[in-house]
Nanobody
Framework: QVQLVESGGGLVQAGGSLRLSCAAS????????MGWYRQAPGEERGLVAI???????NYAESVKGRFTISRDNSKNTVYLQMTSLKPDDTAVYYC??????????WGQGTQVTVSS
């Protein structure tokens, strides 16, 4: 079984930065894909960024150049460094993981609020 625990959300002004962390338990196989998704009120959950165990990344167009995903395989932890934050980035951010896509396991979510 896989468990995911996010941390690092909060309130930040537009233009600011936040770093999200997600600590996972599970085998290397089950944690092959780790990523971040977000859901704003009234919207569906969507991909922010995803990274494979080997380091291949994929980003949503809206965050390219502003967000960076990384992982520490020795700690089973994935990070999301968010810079130049905009009010449109306000959402609940979920950590996800799984052996393949689509993501199978989810964290409880952490709120990110960007004020204008």
């Amino acid at each position: 079984q896989v468990q995911l625990v996010e941390s690092g959300g909060g309130l930040v002004q537009a233009g600011g930065s936040l770093r999200l962390s997600c600590a996972a338990s599970g085998s290397a196989f089950m944690l092959n894909y780790m990523g971040w998704y977000r859901q704003a009120p009234g919207e569906e959950r969507g991909l922010v960024a995803i990274i494979t165990r080997g380091g291949t990344t994929n980003y949503a167009e809206s965050v390219k150049g502003r967000f960076t995903i990384s992982r520490d395989n020795s700690k089973n932890t994935v990070y999301l460094q968010m810079t130049s934050l905009k009010p449109d980035d306000t959402a609940v951010y979920y950590c996800g993981a799984g052996p393949i896509q689509p993501i199978r396991y989810w964290g409880q979510g952490t709120q990110v609020t960007v004020s204008s």
